[in-house]
Nanobody, 116 residues
Framework: QEQLVESGGGLVQPGGSLRISCAAS????????VGWFRQAPGKEREGVSC????????YYGDSVKGRFTISRDNAKNPVYLQMNSLKPEDTAVYYC?????????WGKGTLVTVSS
């Protein structure tokens, strides 16, 4: 059965760093555009970053540009999101999405809490 699993979330102080991972089972991520989304309490889900499977083009949301880095190894799982200079407003559940050929998979999310 195809599924995505996020990991690496946790509690971090403001200004700190965290790396979260997105791993797939039942398929490989190299053929998919992979994106990270987040949803804070009481807010809509927003796009954070994504990397294209076609040409490697990378997108970052304005709120994370210069602080977050998405990376992938096309040969194997997983896809990472390195988050630096974290702010309390980065607190959210982070979800991974893989999309290609009309198929879309979502993970169940990993909670990132930025607090002192």
């Amino acid at each position: 059965q195809e599924q995505l699993v996020e990991s690496g979330g946790g509690l971090v102080q403001p200004g700190g760093s965290l790396r979260i991972s997105c791993a797939a089972s039942g398929f490989t991520l190299d053929a998919y555009t992979v994106g990270w989304f987040r949803q804070a309490p009481g807010k809509e889900r927003e796009g954070v970053s994504c990397v294209s499977n076609k040409d490697g083009t990378i997108y970052y949301g304005d709120s994370v540009k210069g602080r977050f880095t998405i990376s992938r190894d096309n040969a194997k799982n997983p896809v990472y999101l390195q988050m630096n200079s974290l702010k309390p407003e980065d607190t959210a559940v982070y979800y991974c999405n893989a999309y290609a050929y009309g198929m879309s998979y979502w993970g169940k999310g990993t909670l990132v809490t930025v607090s002192s």
